[in-house]
C-alpha cells in the first residue's frame, strides 16, 4: 500500500459530497474549500481530508504544501490534439481578416490538416499528440478526451483512434476517445455531402465499432458544415453500435445542433458561442451538458459563449480546450480559468467546477474523478505558493501549476 500526505495547503478546493456527480446553477460557486488542510489518498484513492488540527501521522510520502492551493486536477472533455504540422499560415490569413469559413472555403482549415494527416506515419502522429499530451498534463489535465476528424477516410480517422488507442496506454492521465469522421467532408466526397455522410454511416462507423477504438461520436453540426438532419442520422447509426453522442453545436449559427444533440441523448453539446435563449431553455429542460470552449472564441475572436446566462438558468456549465490545429491551439486550461472568469464572468470556483467535476461528467466519469471527496481518484494539482484561489486565474498566464498528481502518484 503506498499513502502519500499533502499537508499545510493553504486552500483545498473542489470538495463535494461523494455521491454529486455534477454540479448545476448556483451549485457550481459554492464547492466547499478548507484553509489550511491535510489530504490522504492511500493507493491512488483520497482516502481522506481535513483541516490541520486533525492531520494524521503515518505516510509514506509527505508532501508539504505550505502556501500553496490544491485543487482537482481538470478534465479537458474536448481536444482535437492528434494532428500533423501547425496552421500558423491561416493564422496570418485571420489576422488579415477572413473568417474561418472564408478559410474552409478555400480549401484550408481542417482539409488542410487533413491533407497533412495523410502524409504522416502513425508513428510521427503518435510522438507529436504525446508531445502535446504531456505539455496538457503538466499543465494540470489528468483526464483528456481526444477526437479523430483530420483523418475523413476510413484508413485515416483509424489511423489516428489507433493513435489515441496507444495514447491510452502510454499515458498516466485518462484518455477517452471520440469518432468524429463528420467533421469536414473528404476531399474523394467533395460537393457531394450526402454521400459522405453515408460513408461515414455505412462504413467508417462499422469498422471505428468493429476495432473498438471509440467509445463516442460527434459530428460537426453548424452552419457550412453538417446539418441538423445529417447528424440524425450519424447519430442513429452511432447508437446502433453504442457510441454515446458528443457533438459541436452551435459554434457559427444557432442552427438546430443544441437540439439534435439533446434528442439523440448527448452526454454534450459543445462550444455553443452562438446558443440563444430557446437553447440554453431547452438545455436546461433536458440532460445535456452545456460544454463551452473559450480558448476557440479567443483565438478565433468569435463571441464568447454566453456560460453566465446557462449557469443563471441553473446549468451544469463545462469548460474544455478544443485544443486543435485550426481554432484553439493551446491546452492550458488555466489560461482558460482566466479566460472564464474575465470573459464569461464566472466567479473563480464556478470556473473550476466547470474545468474539473463538470467536465469529468461530460466524459461520463464523474463518480470518481474531476472532485475532492473520500473515494474519488487522486488526481491532484499542487499550485505554486499563492496568496489564494482567485489569484490562479487573476494572474493570467504566469504558470502556477507546480505538481501534477496523477492516480496518487506524482507525474
Ligand atoms: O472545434 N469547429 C470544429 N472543429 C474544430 C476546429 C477544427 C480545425 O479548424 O481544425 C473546433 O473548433
Ligand atoms: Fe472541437
Redesign the pocket.
Known sequence: MNRLLIKNIRTLAGIVPADTLLLRGEQMGSAEQIDGAWLLAEDGVIVGFGPMETCPEVADEVVDAVGRVVFPAFCDSHS?IVYAGSREGEFRDKIAGMTYQEVAARGG??LN?ADRLHEASEEELFEAAYHRAWRMIRTGAATLEIKSGYGLTTEDELKMLRVVARLQRELPATVKATFLGA?AVGRAFAGRQSDYVDHVCEQMLPAVAEQGVAEFVDV?CDSGFFTPEETARILECGARYGLRPKI?AN?LASSGGVQVGIRYGALSVD?LEEANEQDVADLAASATIPTVLPG?SFFSNLPFAPARKMIDAGLPVAIAS?C?????PSGNMAFLWSLACIKMRLTPEEALSALTINGAAALGLSADRGAISVGRRADLVISKPVPSLAYIPYSFGEELVESVIINGKMV
Open positions: 482535437h482549415g481542417i490538416s467533421h460537426f459541436h459554434e462550444h476557440a478544443d486543435n490545429p485550426g481554432s484553439s
